[in-house]
């Protein structure tokens, strides 16, 4: 069964220093996400990706975020300064089309820690 | 905005017993509701959604959950828990309109007793 797969799994980085965390989305999928669950707090959504652009992103997906499709199979999440409190696990998820009814699924997650 | 609440970040039930997941939405349209699970080391898998279609709906591993309007509910629940049950259980809510992104609750650790 087709699934989103996430790269690394782990992540430890110190602050300041740029972060990449990659994902593969489900091959067919067009409709892609970004979220992340702070340790003992809910999911919370970052952003969401199609036809090569953003088209919607939360108050948390500031300047120092992005994202990119760098080829047909890839979506990373960039952060370039990390911060403290971006320590948090972050899921990748894709869908196959647009609207409420669609499946997001979801890969294993990127546990990130900055020192 | 769209929000969901539930009830009880750990719930423990026996081998056998009853799995009953408390979640309450708040929305201003029409909402589809998901319940997702994530066991230890591995993503969020879908157990179930609301899309509409029908209040009562049956997803994977015998869960079930019931939308109620009235109660602006959708627990979730399982007639006898099973010992691979264990995991942490979200609710979910996006709009009727295909707003893309789900909105999650803070989760549900369940535990099964021996």
């Known amino acids: 069964e087709p699934e989103v797969t996430q790269t690394p799994s782990h992540q430890v980085t110190q602050m300041g220093q740029e972060v990449i965390l990659r994902c593969v989305p489900i091959?067919?999928?067009?409709?892609f996400y970004w979220y992340r669950q702070i340790l003992g707090q809910k999911v919370e959504f970052l952003v969401s990706?199609?036809?090569?652009?953003?088209?919607?992103k939360s108050e948390i997906f500031d300047d120092q975020f992005s994202v990119e499709r760098p080829d047909g199979s890839n979506f990373t999440l960039k952060i370039r300064s990390t911060k403290l409190e971006d320590s948090a696990m972050y899921f990748c998820?894709?869908?196959?089309?647009?609207?409420?009814?669609?499946?997001?699924?979801f890969g294993p997650g990127t546990r990130l820690l900055v020192l | 905005a769209q929000s969901v609440t539930q009830l009880g970040s750990h719930v423990s039930v026996s081998e056998g017993a009853l799995v009953l997941l408390r979640c309450n939405y708040s929305s201003s349209v029409p909402p589809y509701l998901f319940w997702y699970v994530q066991y230890p080391n591995q993503g969020l898998q879908l157990l179930l959604k609301?899309?509409?279609?029908?209040?009562l709906v049956k997803g994977i591993n015998g869960f079930e959950a019931e939308f109620k309007k009235s109660e602006t509910s959708f627990h979730l629940t399982k007639p006898s828990a099973h010992m691979s049950d264990a995991a942490e259980y979200f609710c979910a809510v996006t709009d009727h309109f295909g707003n893309e992104k789900l909105t999650f609750g803070t989760g549900t650790r369940l535990t099964i007793i021996p």
């Open positions: 091959s067919n999928h067009l409709y």
């Open positions: 998820a894709s869908r196959l089309a647009k609207g409420g009814v669609e499946t997001q699924y």
């Open positions: 990706f199609y036809n090569n652009e953003i088209s919607e």
């Open positions: 609301y899309t509409s279609a029908a209040t």
